[in-house]
């Protein structure tokens, strides 16, 4: 199995694939387009590989740290998620981010992921909980302050303030408070940001 590489970038491809070239081998690996953009032609490389083998091709998937590589494989260990899918939702969440959207029950940050609809989002969110290292949240994690937490997030969604900076606000709030009182809060502090 193939764990790694370590090359030269001959060609970045339109479809988020790149080609590295490893001791006069040209390996094709797919990658996220946050991983392409940062693999500039003619410049070293360093990738950490899954190599996904079915009867009919051996495919390459490239990450630029070992967390993506592992969230990856947690992904495709998951019932209904392929590899183009997992690289689909690690495309539009970081790492990071999937596991405060997994920990904090957040369907509509999921259905942003093409071809995640909110059933699918919902079931995924089930499954995640177990294969995902979650981590706890400032106090975020007991069912009362999660329900609390995701009713203020559907808030401000509503409100149409964006999921990075929803998530950001919250982090820093107590996510023990009633919902009215953690709204309040959110709204004071994106205000005082915004200003």
């Keep these: ?10 060609e970045r491809i339109e479809d988020s694939t790149v080609l590295v070239e490893v001791g006069g081998v040209g390996y094709l690996v797919h990658v996220t387009p946050r991983t392409l953009a940062e693999l500039e032609p003619t410049s070293s490389a360093f990738l950490y ?25 947690s992904l495709i260990d998951t019932h209904g998620i392929g590899p183009s899918m997992a690289m689909a939702i690690l495309a539009t969440h970081s790492p990071r981010a999937l596991t405060d959207i997994v920990a904090n029950g957040d369907v509509a940050s999921l259905t942003l992921v093409p071809g995640v609809g909110k059933k699918t989002a ?47 606000t919250l982090r820093e ?11 309040r809060d959110a709204l004071n502090l994106l205000g005082a940001r915004r200003a």
């Design 49 to 73: 590989v899954h190599q996904h083998i079915r009867e009919d091709a051996h495919t390459l998937y490239g990450f630029l740290d070992r967390d993506e590589r592992r969230t990856f494989e």
């Design 1 to 10: 199995m193939i764990g790694s590489l370590r090359g030269v970038v001959v």
């Design 122 to 168: 919902e079931r995924l969110l089930i499954e995640l909980k177990g294969r995902l290292n979650l981590p706890m949240l400032d106090g975020m994690t007991s069912a009362g302050s999660t329900s609390s937490v995701a009713q203020v997030r559907e808030a401000l969604v509503g409100l149409g303030y964006g999921h990075d900076e929803i998530r950001d």
């Design 173 to 183: 709030l107590d996510g023990s408070l009633d919902a009215e009182r953690l709204l």
